[in-house]
């Protein structure tokens, strides 16, 4: 059971995009007024919500599978939390997870990369995780100019590669796009944006999930993590445990902005210089998968693609020794 409780909330940032479907496009939460960047406990709504929160955090920390050493490193968008993972000579390898959550999304997937990479997965800033904002994200150039300071004061100049999941996928193809010169190879797991917008029917079953109740998160949930939910009792309640974790991560923080993580034009998508392996589970509920695939097969051949069976926007999880494979085999191609 502790290790359902803990995967779910290292599971939360992937996720989250379920909030992501709000008036005004792919906006979830919203900010009222400024922050109190200066309290003691910001970005949390008091220090015992900090506390909570935190805790909760150290349960997955506690399943990480492989050794690893943590820094916070200085940004000017706000200290930056790192959890670095495999051999220092190895090759850099980003993580970038989703929207609402943090590094340990990754807990399935990097006893995978670690022994062939230096692994960085990043808590993003203005999210929920050990990093601390201390002024707004209000761009994609804001993540952009963010990820490149923050490469550059983790020494890593060039030769870089990246993994990016949802919304993290979003943001490893605007870095791709503004940097190529400092990257390697990019995967793009299930981006948010990107490639298409949300379905009709994502947006139609996500907006309940606003309302303040458990059910409405906890049904949605179901439906966005099928693949996850029909694989028995373990699961199920990996499920439950996810909706609550996304609760008490919305309830512990002040409200945070989320960027729109916009579908790139024809142009930027053939603009993209990098290695690119986009990978989709085919029950992807946030747009079709199939279509994600024809369009950049028809408007970007060069972008790789790949489909995953038995996964929707849980593939990381739900498919994980087959999203590792696939991920680690292009990585090292040479």
Do not use: C
Not at 59 to 64: C, D, P
Not at 225 to 231: K, N, P, V, Y
């Amino acid at each position: 059971m502790k290790r359902i409780i803990a995967l779910a909330a290292a599971f939360a940032g992937a996720l989250a995009v379920l909030f992501v479907a709000v008036a005004g496009g792919l906006i979830a939460w919203t900010l009222a007024s400024s922050p109190d960047f200066d309290s003691e406990f910001h970005p949390f709504r008091s220090p015992s919500a900090k506390a909570r929160f935190l805790a909760l955090y150290d349960e997955g920390v506690a399943l990480w599978p492989v050794e690893s050493d943590t820094v916070s490193v200085a940004t000017s968008y706000g200290p930056t939390f790192v959890r670095l993972s495999g051999p220092d000579s190895g090759p850099p390898l980003v993580l970038l997870h989703g929207a609402g959550g943090n590094a340990l999304h990754w807990i399935p997937n990097v006893a995978a990369w670690a022994p062939h990479f230096r692994v960085y997965a990043v808590d993003a800033i203005a999210d929920y995780g050990r990093s601390v904002y201390t002024r707004p994200i209000t761009s994609a150039a804001d993540y952009v100019a963010w990820l490149d300071e923050l490469l550059t004061a983790l020494g890593l100049r060039d030769g870089i590669s990246v993994v990016g999941l949802s919304y993290g996928g979003w943001q490893a193809s605007q870095y791709a796009l503004a940097h190529p010169e400092r990257l390697d190879r990019i995967v793009l797991l299930a981006p948010a944006g990107t490639v298409l917008p949300l379905s009709g029917e994502f947006i139609r079953r996500a907006l309940p999930t606003v309302l303040p109740h458990r059910y409405f998160t906890h049904s949605f949930m179901l439906w966005l993590l099928d693949d996850l939910a029909q694989q028995g009792d373990s699961g199920r309640r990996l499920v439950q445990r996810e909706s609550d974790g996304i609760f008490l991560a919305r309830a512990s923080y002040k409200p945070l902005t989320l960027v729109n993580p916009h579908v790139l034009t024809d142009e930027e998508l053939r603009g993209i210089a990098v290695p690119t392996l986009f990978v989709v589970g085919e029950n992807e509920k946030i747009y079709p998968a199939a279509e994600a695939i024809r369009r950049l097969n028809t408007v970007a051949p060069h972008i790789e693609t790949a489909l995953v069976s038995d996964a929707g926007h849980d593939l990381s999880i739900a498919q994980a020794s087959v999203v590792n494979q696939l991920v680690r085999g292009f990585l090292r191609r040479r």
